[in-house]
């Protein structure tokens, strides 16, 4: 915000102070105002929008702290300075309880008021632009829980949304920890069947004989311990979607069972001959490569077939590094409401160390971390030793002796996206948000060398 924009209330019952205040404001740039009492001031408080009030503690009838108290409630972002000639630790006390932003002792130096003024300045314009931020987050780049701003991810999202609208069957690949359980979730979110069931199964925590027993259900007596009839997950799931997570691991035989399924739409019972009807949408998930283990057959090629109609692939984290800053705001918020922590933000180093970390956890990783770190952490804004994380070039890169510096983990986090773009610097000063001009600058400067020779053929 402009100093034009910022709006100051001077609230003092001595004219010369209001003066005084207002005229060494004014030659700052600020628009001010003011007020010899608490109520013109709260006429005044009421009538338009201010960012900041300067209050006198003692005056006749309503005092600073009563103002204080009734103008955070109007506007609980104002920032309000006591101003006192009698300070005392009580009164420091009692206005910092009512939510002021701070207190000044008379007589003042005005570059003292200037310089406090300007710190006031920068906090707002701070939470404004994170809330700017947050609201952009929400609208802008988020697929009901899953968030990304990358191009890549962006079109993932455009292909979920088109796929939920069809009762096609929907193949979610991508390596441990991209989010696919997210993803199929927010599939069934916007889809037509969104007020019926999501049931999910994941294939790789039982063994085939419960798996079976859990997808398809079992009779009474089908097996020792089948006291009544249990109904499956395709039952369950009736009229909703059936997410069957790690799919890639079940069994041949399992594999025929399920292609049967998807076939004619009819389950049977373990231990039964009923065929029950089932109308389920079908997402599955997996980290393997599933063509691979056609071609070896270690996986029916025709039911990956009958999976693979709608192909989704959520790419690693460190193919779309452009969205941690974005991603770790979005856990930081999270995490420190459901922790009851405040957690504002992360230091410029840390930040860097995380935009440096090839993380082969993917997001699922870069949540485990920030929820250690907001443990962990002494301050709202978390630094790198909070964090738990050593600077590597590959997930299984040894840690340095010492704790890197900031240049450090840049250069290799520069390096790292231009081997990635194959020295292409527009490419990579995209991803590194960053022009080319700067991009070069920071080459010459670390001494990539062989990169800069590589990505100066390119222009």
């Not at 709006?7 to 003092?12: A, E, G, K, R, Y």
């Not at 696919?180 to 916007?190: D, S």
């Not at 909703?240 to 069994?251: K, V």
């Not at 393997?288 to 039911?303: C, G, I, S, T």
Request: glycine letters at 6%; charged letters at 30%; aromatic letters at 6%.
């Amino acid at each position: 915000m402009s100093k034009k924009n910022t709006h100051i209330l001077v609230v003092d019952d001595e004219e010369i102070v209001r003066e005084s205040l207002s005229g060494w404001l004014e030659k700052d740039g600020y628009t001010l105002a003011s007020a010899p009492d608490g109520p013109s001031a709260l006429k005044e408080l009421e009538a338009g929008t201010w960012s900041i009030i300067l209050c006198d503690l003692k005056m006749p009838g309503m005092d600073g702290l009563e103002v204080l108290d009734r103008a955070r409630k109007l506007h609980p972002e104002i920032a309000v300075v006591i101003m006192t000639a009698f300070a005392t630790v009580d009164t420091a006390v009692n206005a910092m309880k009512l939510g002021a932003f701070d207190y000044l002792v008379k007589p003042f130096d005005p570059e003292e008021l200037s310089l406090m003024i300007q710190k006031i300045v920068s906090q707002q314009s701070l939470v404004r632009e994170n809330t700017i931020l947050r609201k952009a987050l929400r609208r802008d780049y988020r697929f009901r829980d899953l968030v990304s701003k990358s191009p890549a991810m962006q079109a993932v999202f455009d292909l979920a949304r088109t796929a939920a609208r069809s009762p096609s069957t929907i193949l979610v690949l991508g390596e441990s920890g991209t989010g696919k359980e997210l993803m199929a979730r927010a599939i069934h979110a916007e889809s037509p069947r969104h007020e019926r069931p999501f049931v999910e199964v994941s294939c790789a925590a039982l063994t085939e004989t419960l798996l079976e027993s859990e997808l398809f259900g079992y009779e009474k007596g089908a097996f020792t311990g089948a006291a009544a009839r249990r109904e499956g997950k395709f039952e369950a799931a009736n009229e909703g979607t059936l997410f069957l997570d790690e799919i890639g691991d079940i069994s041949p035989k399992l594999q025929m069972d399920l292609l049967r399924v998807l076939e004619e739409r009819k389950v049977t019972r373990v231990g039964g001959t009923e065929l029950v009807p089932v109308d389920v949408r079908i997402i599955a998930a997996t980290n393997r490569d599933l063509k691979k283990a056609v071609q070896e057959e270690r996986f029916r090629q025709d039911l990956y077939y009958r999976l693979n109609v709608i192909t989704i692939t959520l790419p690693p984290l460190r193919d779309r590094r452009e969205d941690i800053p974005i991603l770790v705001d979005h856990f930081l918020e999270t995490l420190g409401v459901e922790m009851k922590r405040d957690a504002e933000g992360v230091s410029a180093e840390a930040m860097a160390l995380l935009l440096a970390h090839d993380w082969p956890g993917n997001v699922r990783e870069l949540r485990n971390v920030l929820e250690r770190g907001i443990v962990v952490a002494k301050e709202p804004i978390l630094q790198v030793s909070d964090l738990g994380l050593s600077l590597s070039s590959g997930p299984h890169a040894p840690a340095p002796a010492h704790p890197a510096s900031l240049a450090e983990i840049e250069k290799q986090y520069i390096a790292s996206v231009l081997q990635q773009t194959d020295g292409n610097v527009t490419h990579a000063a995209r991803i590194l948000d960053i022009d080319r001009v700067t991009l070069y600058s920071k080459i010459r400067k670390y001494g990539l060398r062989k990169v800069e020779g590589e990505a100066a053929g390119e222009s």
